[in-house]
C-alpha cells in the first residue's frame, strides 16, 4: 500500500471518469443523431429533379444513411456534390 503525502490527490482524483459529463455527452450525441436522421429523411422525399439541383442522388442519401467511423453523412454527401459539379 502506498502512501500519500498531504498535497498530493490519488490516481482516481485526477481521472476525467464523470458520469455526469459522460450522460450529458450521450444525449447530445442522440440528439445529433436524430437531427441528422430527420434531414436525411427530407432530403430524401424531394424530387429527383430537384436532388440532382443540388448535385445528389438517392443512393447518396442512402449511402449517408449508412457512413460511421470517419466518414460522416456531411463528407458522403459533399464529395457526392463535387463529384457531380465536375461533370
Avoid: C, F
Avoid at 500519500?4 to 490516481?11: A, D, I
Avoid at 464523470?18 to 424530387?47: D, F, H, M, Q, T
Avoid at 440532382?52 to 449517408?64: K, N, Q
Avoid at 444513411?65 to 459539379?85: D, E, F, I, K, Y
Amino acid at each position: 500500500m502506498a502512501l500519500s503525502l498531504p498535497g498530493e490527490q490519488s490516481v482516481t482524483a485526477g481521472s476525467s471518469y464523470n458520469p455526469v459529463r459522460i450522460l450529458v455527452r450521450w444525449i447530445k450525441n442522440a440528439a445529433a443523431n436524430r437531427r441528422r436522421g430527420v434531414a436525411l429523411r427530407a432530403l430524401s422525399e424531394l424530387e429527383p429533379h430537384l436532388l440532382r439541383d443540388l448535385g445528389i442522388s438517392r443512393s447518396d442519401i442512402t449511402d449517408a444513411h449508412q457512413a460511421t467511423g470517419a466518414r460522416t453523412p456531411a463528407m458522403v454527401l459533399n464529395a457526392a456534390r463535387a463529384r457531380s459539379a465536375q461533370l
